[in-house]
């Protein structure tokens, strides 16, 4: 890169050894002197270590990167061998090297591992060179060390990433240029001259401007003037096309050399290939570009901070939800941009993830509008920035739009664990606080109660006012419990109509009895429901912990047997948990079980009592009864297990059962006989209202042979009650495939006379209770009832006469029939059969039909 010289034609300069007499005249050797100052000079900034010996290997000179490297002084290594300076394997390794090396001429390199001045192991690169003499023949080597450790290092952490590193460099890396003021090249050094921009040959004598582009050439001589300037230029890169078409980049570093002559100042320039980190910086760029264009579209806030708080980058989202511009914004911190509160907010959070070193979440809330005081809330992730070694330099905030997402997950818990209707916590969260309140209860030696609280009736409500109804009917209960109960009570709906309440820290004895007071109080309360105003009561359950038990299911099981037990103590009270009512729930599980499998086992069986005229004594029916002999349990009463069966709904596949067989019996009975025998069958209100009763009878007595006026159908006075048009299609249904309809019990309901003539009765069956008291007014009614039959043409049949009295008071007032243990027990088939078979209406005209006493 410098202009050439006078002397350019002169030939190379030659190296001449000036020990032991070998020179040749005074000016040869002030030559050499000058040639080898030259040198000196020359390679005397140069960064690698640079030597060279006489063709017998001793060192002639070497620069100070050379002496530092060795730890040698200049003084100690000149005229020396490395038999002087090495150990003897290396002077040998190096003795033979040399002399292949002038044996073959031309140039050496080799890597190797060596011990430096300062004791570290380091990677170098030995390359050496053969100088001529004036003959032709070797005068010595020259050589260059470079030092090769950080990019070695360099080399093994990046090789994975960095494809672009497709080998080891082999020689010096950089191009050496040697140049004047105006920017000629006067001498070039390299190994790779396919890194010029033209031959060696063609650009020494050119300018700079000569071979390169007028924008490159520009950026090299202003390097150039710099350093002529100020010593050093550093940085400047340049871009230069190479012959073979290639383009390259190349960083300059440019540094005046010393001259004795003020006047012949040139530069000594080297030409570092950067093209593989250009290329590097330009994808990061272009990488950095494009996610810049991402972050602008992403719909998140998106901003970067250094460690001094302030804004480096944020995107279209961030300017928007926070009215700034990013022109406003970076360059900024929180405290310039925010108010105070916020600012430290900010702050705080921003020294929580440098400290943390990882990714933090936090929820904020953000005013979005000033005026209309519209917010949002977002969910920001921050994290540290690190740089290449590690070290953090910086925070990356990323904040969502979360408003909407919360308020989704607000709905969904709530759907989760609250009642949609009455908004009460539900079942789910009712056992999550159950089981907290009974933690705390027992952590602190507390005492509290769980209470179980069912609406009396409430069927009605829905079957006669509609659901809708119904539905308001539990919104004001809900409401009424909760003002019936402290603040840190819990009110929950467990589903229909079925409420709960939770009592941590009862501290008084009476506590529950009085909340519980209190909730019936409320009840008393007309509900005002579609214009009208209905009385409607509860039943209160209630368990306390730990005397009941510590366990939450047993709890809620005690609290429930306890409201049952209120329930059937008349309703509109509460009751405590005793140990009997789970001895009795216990019973009452069993008997279910064991219902279930009594059919199939044959545990059944239907007893006949026997019903017959007052006049005569003779037999003309019975009334079929259902007994159930267990197995281990001996023979159950139908008041055991009658009522677990119409709770459970087994009342009806057991209603099925017993028509059956009654109708078989029915067919014996009246086999051969002119006299009919009606076998009256109990039909519950739940098989009466099941779906195709009168089509599951009618497949009975296919099945069966038996015929309708065989069987006598007994209802309760509570089916009637409500005289709906479905009881009264049924009943006529019934009445006309000839069965006759019963009352059973009749006077013990809700007694409503109008339904007697609406409904298509042929029966009443006074109930025992009217029979067997000794009560005046009992006869009164007695009479009044078998007034009311004969008026409407009914038959009327006493139930339960156990004495002659009785049956003569209730013949000689017009009663016509009548059963009960006078005349005789219910008893198994075969005897109602014998008996049949005795009584006069059954063929039989000797003796007493039924045993006495």
Not at 20 to 47: N, S, T, V
Not at 795 to 804: F, K, S
Request: one cysteine or more.
């Amino acid at each position: 890169m410098t202009k050439p010289s006078s002397q350019s034609s002169r030939p190379p300069a030659r190296f001449t050894e000036k020990h032991g007499g070998e020179g040749k005249g005074a000016e040869h050797q002030d030559a050499a002197i000058d040639r080898e100052a030259l040198l000196d000079a020359l390679l005397g900034p140069f960064p690698l270590p640079v030597f060279y010996k006489s063709p017998h290997g001793r060192y002639v000179g070497c620069n100070k990167a050379f002496e530092d490297f060795c730890g040698h002084e200049r003084e100690e290594i000149i005229g020396k061998t490395d038999f002087d300076l090495n150990s003897k394997h290396l002077a040998e390794l190096y003795l033979i090297e040399n002399e292949a090396l002038l044996e073959r001429g031309g140039a050496q390199y080799s890597e190797r591992k060596m011990i430096a001045a300062d004791g570290t192991v380091r990677d170098v690169v030995w390359n050496k060179a053969v100088l001529s003499g004036e003959n032709g023949t070797p005068a010595g080597l020259i050589g260059a060390v470079v030092d090769i450790t950080e990019r070695k290092q360099a080399e093994r952490e990046l090789k994975k990433a960095l494809e672009f590193a497709e080998g080891i460099l082999t020689a010096i890396p950089d191009v050496l240029f040697e140049a004047d003021e105006e920017g000629r090249y006067l001498q070039v050094w390299t190994r790779n001259p396919e890194l010029l921009a033209q031959q060696k040959e063609m650009l020494l004598g050119k300018t700079v401007n000569d071979v390169l582009a007028a924008d490159q050439a520009a950026i090299a001589m202003e390097a150039l003037r710099t350093a002529g300037r100020d010593g050093v230029a550093y940085g400047r890169c340049i871009r230069i096309a190479l012959p073979n078409g290639e383009t390259r980049w190349f960083e300059l570093s440019v540094a005046r050399r010393p001259s004795a002559d003020p006047a012949a100042t040139t530069l000594l320039a080297f030409s570092r290939d950067i093209t593989e980190r250009k290329q590097a910086e330009d994808a990061i760029n272009s990488v950095r570009t494009q996610l810049l264009s991402v972050l602008q579209t992403m719909p998140d806030m998106i901003w970067v901070k250094d460690m001094n708080g302030v804004y480096l980058l944020c995107n279209h989202t961030f300017e928007r939800l926070t009215g700034l511009t990013e022109a406003e914004v970076v360059g900024k911190t929180d405290f310039e941009l925010f108010d105070i509160e916020r600012a430290r907010f900010f702050q705080e959070s921003d020294k929580a993830a440098i400290k943390a070193g990882e990714c933090i979440l936090s929820d904020e809330e953000w005013v979005v509008s000033q005026e209309s005081g519209q917010s949002i809330l977002l969910e920001t992730r921050k994290v540290p920035v690190t740089d290449a070694a590690g070290e953090i330099v910086g925070v990356l905030g990323v904040a969502r739009d979360v408003t909407e997402l919360n308020a989704s997950r607000q709905k969904i818990h709530q759907m989760a664990f609250y009642d949609p209707l009455t908004a009460l916590p539900n079942r789910s969260l009712f056992n999550d606080r159950l089981r907290q309140m009974i933690t705390s209860a027992g952590s602190r030696g507390q005492r509290a109660g769980v209470m179980l609280i069912d609406i009396d009736h409430f069927k009605v409500v829905n079957d006669t006012m509609g659901h809708p109804v119904g539905d308001e009917l539990l919104c004001q209960a809900a409401a009424r419990l909760n003002a019936s109960v402290r603040d840190y009570d819990t009110v929950a709906r467990l589903g229909g109509d079925e409420f709960a309440i939770l009592l941590p820290d009862l501290r008084q004895g009476d506590d529950l009895g009085r909340i519980a007071s209190s909730i019936l109080e409320k009840f008393k309360g007309g509900f005002l429901l579609d214009g009208k105003e209905v009385f409607i009561s509860c039943s209160v359950g209630i368990a306390l912990y730990p005397g009941d038990s510590a366990d939450a299911n047993d709890l809620v099981k005690y609290a429930d047997s306890a409201m049952y037990l209120a329930k059937r103590s008349g309703r509109n009270n509460f009751r405590f948990y005793s140990k009997d009512l789970t001895a009795s729930a216990e019973e009452r599980m069993r008997l279910e079980s064991e219902l279930r499998r009594a059919i199939e086992r044959e545990e059944l069986q239907l007893h006949y009592q026997p019903k017959v005229l007052l006049d005569s004594g003779a037999m003309v029916g019975s009334e079929a009864l259902l007994r159930w002999r267990h197995a281990e349990m001996g023979m159950i009463p139908p008041d055991r297990f009658i009522p677990v069966a119409e709770d459970t709904g087994l009342i009806v596949e057991l209603g099925r059962w017993v028509l059956r067989e009654a109708c078989q019996t029915a067919v014996e009975l009246n086999a051969g006989s002119q006299a009919p025998h009606k076998v009256a069958v109990n039909l519950s209100v739940k098989q009466f209202q099941s779906i195709g009763l009168v089509k599951s009878i009618a497949e009975i007595l296919d099945a069966t042979g038996c015929r309708a006026e065989w069987i006598e159908i007994e209802i309760t006075e509570s089916l009637l009650l409500d005289q709906k048009d479905e009881t009264l299609q049924t009943l006529s249904e019934l009445r006309g495939m000839g069965f006759s309809i019963a009352i059973d019990d009749f006077g013990t309901g809700y007694s409503a006379l109008n339904y007697l003539a609406r409904f298509p009765i042929d029966t009443l069956k006074i109930d025992r209770s009217f029979i067997n008291s000794a009560d005046r007014r009992n006869e009164e009614l007695v009479k009044a009832i078998l007034s009311i039959a004969r008026c409407l043409g009914q038959n009327v049949v006493a139930e339960g006469v156990e004495t002659a009295e009785q049956a003569a008071f209730l013949a000689a007032n017009g009663c016509g029939s009548a059963q009960g243990f006078l005349y005789s027990r219910a008893v198994p088939k075969a005897e109602i059969i014998a008996l049949r078979l005795r009584s006069p209406a059954g063929g039989s005209s000797s003796g007493e039909v039924w045993p006495r006493g």
